[in-house]
């Protein structure tokens, strides 16, 4: 039976936009419901509450979406890489917490007893470890420092609780003056050369390019003008690709706490995550890097790959021919 309406409630924009941010932060941030009882001084009882009338009015709409396999295995094949895992449906956004929860399936899926695995910052990538079940015979080793917020105040923990063999956190920002001598420190340094011997390799890709990237908006004007006349395209942990994979040396080098390039392509599977079809450019060059054996996404880059991979491989073969007639 539906629940009566007020018609009061329904006529107040304030409310309506409260019961929406509320829903945006559970459903699409995966924010708990103490989390945001704290974030807006309100009980979780209320908070409860809230989520329940924003269901009931449609301020906030769940469908439920089964993967198209045989997409994502077209996909995987015109990438040439091992699996992709699109997470969503068409005309809803995937929210933080469902890919996160992709991205914990895949580790599950991909490790086997022993491995070593590496895990690299970002938001979702935080929230993938703590969907993680207990991994006793497996060691983690953070592959970069992490970048805190205001709201996020757990960022530099982004292995804390996990139940494992063993854990080598990195206690550092990802993006720092002076991280090259940071890095030299006994403590960062030991935990960075666990990495020259990975089994899984979890990453996510970014663009070079404002709102693409966490890095992008932790440096200054001058070296992100820099890195992109230098051709870069794709950032993962602060490391930089140009168009065709190859890596791009920039002053960022020196900025930032993460494991490099070639530690992450020695790993024997890569499982990489990126979201929205703005990244589609970012996330080819990393495949061509060597850096994606599984690519966890959103509906909205696997259509965006899907479209640009046909050109992408016509202009590769028009490359090989044009080397060959040389």
């Keep these: ?85 699109t997470v969503g449906a068409a005309g809803a956004t995937a929210g933080l917490d469902e890919l996160a929860r992709s991205v914990a399936d895949a580790v599950v899926r991909t490790a086997t007893p022993g491995d070593t695995i590496g895990m690299a910052w970002s938001r979702t990538l935080q929230v993938a470890v703590h969907h993680l079940p207990a991994m006793p015979t497996c060691a983690f080793v953070q592959l970069a420092g992490a970048i805190a917020t205001d709201q996020d105040t757990e960022g530099p923990r982004l292995l804390a609780g996990l139940q494992a063999r063993a854990v080598w956190p990195l206690w ?58 230098a051709g870069a395209v794709t950032e993962i942990s602060g490391r930089l690709l140009d168009a065709q994979g190859q890596a791009v040396v920039t002053a960022l080098e020196d900025m930032v706490v993460s494991a490099s390039l070639e530690q992450i392509a020695g790993a024997g599977h890569k499982i990489a995550l990126a979201y929205g079809a703005d990244r589609a450019p970012a996330v080819l060059p990393a495949v061509r890097a060597g850096l994606v054996d599984t690519l966890v996404c959103d509906l909205d880059l696997h259509e965006a790959l899907r479209d640009l991979v046909p050109a992408d491989v016509a202009s590769a073969v028009e490359q090989d021919h044009q080397g060959r007639a040389l």
């Design 172 to 229: 550092a920002p990802l993006v720092v003056p002076g991280a090259k001598a940071l890095c030299a420190s006994p403590e960062i340094r030991s935990t960075l050369e666990h990495a020259d011997d990975l089994d899984v390799a979890v990453i996510a890709i970014g663009r070079w390019k404002e709102g693409a990237s966490t890095v992008w908006e932790r440096v200054p004007s001058t070296v992100q003008r820099a890195a992109k006349d």
């Design 1 to 85: 039976m539906d629940r009566p309406q007020d018609s009061s409630r329904t006529a107040d924009p304030a409310r309506n936009r409260l019961l929406a941010n509320i829903g945006r932060d559970h459903f699409l941030h995966g924010k708990s419901k103490v989390q945001i009882a704290q974030d807006y001084g309100i009980s979780r009882f209320q908070v409860a509450n809230f989520v329940q009338e924003a269901l009931d009015r449609g301020i906030v709409r769940i469908s439920i979406h089964l993967p198209d396999a045989a997409a994502d295995a077209a996909l995987a094949s015109a990438l040439g890489i091992a699996q992709v895992v």
